[in-house]
């Protein structure tokens, strides 16, 4: 449920992201009308009422969250306690990145790594757990526990930083074939696609008579040869693989058995 301001606040800010006559008009109403919208994140629920709006990662509403936080300067910083005999009880400092992987088939996800507190060891457990935990997290009271992390902090990203490297050095390294078999697929769909409309083109181009047709025919033989030629660069551009990360949020968390 949205005050006036507070609707002028989100329209506004959903539409500095462009493309705001894409809307989904249940979403404009729910946004510009005075009563309350229910909203879900679950693709369960949005299945079986359609009358809820449904919230993707590709959702303006998620889109203008992503937006504003984006524009932050500094990473979220967060301290948290959470409950489980899933992971080893213990201090940890942990952060989360995006990986962008920049490929012919190019992919955005969270990663989650987190090291102990204690010796920056790696956390694989609470590393691999972070994300189904954190729903069910409490804030964590740092006051007793301030001088124990600033013993390691900076031990402990640093450990972060290598991890982080490494493994996306490995999840390059692991792209990379997978990558050249989609790519030579991808080029070869292309090419047998580009000479089929090539051969029909100028097969119409020998038969016409009339000069209209002719010009017509010619200067859509160089629109296909153009468009081809930029289809084939975009690919070769996805040749060498990369995966970008942005650290978007890091901090302390506590992990107490279970209750």
Partial sequence: RLGENGRRDLMSRIQ??????????????????????????????????????FVT???????????????KAEPLLGSFMVATDRVERGLYVFACEVWETIAVRPDLRLVCLAVSAGDGSFAPALSGEFLRLLPDARALDTTHRVDVARESIARCFDELDSLSDARRREAIRGLETSNELLLGRRLASLEAFHESRQQRISAELQAAAEPRIIRMKTSELS????DFERRRAVLERARQVEVLSLRVAAGLVEVTGAR
């Fill in 57 to 71: 990662p590709v959702h303006p509403l998620a889109r203008a969250a992503a937006s504003y936080w984006a524009d």
């Fill in 16 to 53: 500095a992201l462009g493309r705001s006559g894409s809307l989904p008009t249940s979403f404009v109403r729910a946004v510009e009308g005075p009563g309350e919208a229910i909203l879900t994140f679950d693709q369960a629920t949005a299945s079986e009422r359609r009358d809820i709006e």
């Fill in 223 to 226: 629109r296909v040869q153009a």
